[in-house]
């Protein structure tokens, strides 16, 4: 099956989805949705912070945020779960070298979910800053990014460390979300993972913990299935986009694409704490 084919048939399967639900938007919003969808998971897969364009764009569009939330959440699990499929069927992974980093975020996920909807999102805020500028820390510093290293897929994680940063990434993503994917990306490739690997590796924790957020958000009622499968029909293809051309990228743009959205991430965040 081809690439285009693929894709087609995933946007007429979630048209036709779409037509079956008893909606109140108009056929013009919820393409908008679908668009928002595609450019958000395109760029949250190479780079992360997918979130950044997704969830302000769904609130300029006048969805109330804790609906966005939601909504992101579902999408953005199904599109990792789009992605981890085919992953799996293509032997890129084996379901024995990722099940536990699946474990640890969905749990972290769960708990993140829990924990944003107990504190203020001010403290919130200030906790994701730091988490930011040390990601982009870490990024300026990452001089492997130009090293033959990722040219061979030469990871090795230890798998008690590999629990712990998926359980915490996945706390972060359940709970606020913008940058974790980046994170995630740094972490792999600390791991001495290629970039190429690392975005595939990223996508597997950013399954779990969405899975894990979705969960709790869902319970609260928060979810219109309406723009959850708009969003998420916009995601799968965006992901699976992605994915296709990410290996195609110079490791000097991915880096540069990278540090641009860490700026742009915590720019966001300190303009919402003033």
């Known amino acids: 099956m081809t690439t285009f084919f693929r894709l087609t048939l995933i946007l007429a399967s979630?048209?036709?989805?779409?037509?079956?639900?008893?909606?109140?938007?108009?056929?013009?919003?919820?393409?908008?949705?679908?668009?928002?969808?595609?450019?958000?998971?395109?760029?949250?897969?190479?780079?992360?912070?997918?979130?950044?364009i997704t969830l302000p764009a769904m609130i300029l569009l006048g969805i109330p945020i804790h609906y966005?939330?939601?909504?992101?959440?579902?999408?953005?699990?199904?599109?990792?779960f789009s992605s981890l499929l085919i992953l799996l069927r293509t032997k890129e992974?084996?379901?024995?070298?990722?099940?536990?980093?699946?474990?640890?975020?969905?749990?972290?996920?769960?708990?993140?979910?829990?924990?944003?909807?107990?504190?203020?999102?001010?403290?919130?805020?200030?906790v994701a800053i730091g988490l930011l500028l040390f990601a982009f820390i870490l990024s300026i510093q990452g001089k492997k990014w130009y090293s033959d290293i990722q040219s061979v897929n030469k990871g090795?994680?230890?798998?008690?460390?590999?629990?712990?940063?998926?359980?915490?990434?996945?706390?972060?993503?359940?709970?606020?979300?913008?940058?974790?994917?980046?994170?995630s990306i740094l972490y792999f490739i600390k791991s001495n993972y290629t970039?190429?690997?690392?975005?595939?590796?990223?996508?597997?924790?950013?399954?779990?913990?969405?899975?894990?957020?979705?969960?709790?958000?869902?319970?609260?009622?928060?979810?219109?299935?309406?723009?959850?499968?708009?969003?998420?029909?916009?995601s799968i293809i965006g992901t699976q986009l992605a994915l296709k051309i990410v290996s195609k990228i110079p490791l000097q743009f991915a880096k540069w694409l990278l540090t641009t959205i860490l700026i742009l991430l915590v720019g966001q965040v300190t303009w919402q704490l003033f």
């Not at 037509?19 to 190479?46: D, E, P």
């Not at 084996?94 to 829990?114: D, H, P, R, T, Y």
């Not at 690392?198 to 924790?205: G, I």
């Open 195 to 234: 970039y190429v690997k690392a975005t595939q590796m990223s996508r597997v924790l950013n399954f779990g913990s969405c899975l894990g957020a979705f969960i709790i958000f869902y319970q609260t009622g928060f979810l219109q299935w309406d723009y959850a499968i708009a969003l998420a029909t916009g």
């Open 14 to 52: 979630g048209i036709l989805i779409l037509m079956q639900i008893n909606s109140t938007a108009s056929v013009t919003f919820l393409s908008m949705i679908i668009c928002i969808g595609m450019f958000g998971s395109f760029i949250g897969t190479l780079a992360g912070g997918g979130g950044l």
């Open 68 to 80: 966005s939330i939601a909504t992101n959440k579902f999408s953005s699990g199904i599109a990792s």
């Open 93 to 126: 992974m084996k379901w024995e070298q990722i099940k536990f980093i699946i474990i640890a975020s969905i749990v972290g996920g769960g708990i993140g979910a829990l924990i944003a909807s107990l504190i203020p999102e001010k403290w919130l805020n200030i």
């Open 156 to 183: 090795h994680m230890d798998e008690r460390s590999s629990k712990v940063m998926s359980f915490f990434i996945g706390i972060y993503d359940g709970g606020f979300g913008p940058g974790s994917s980046t994170f």
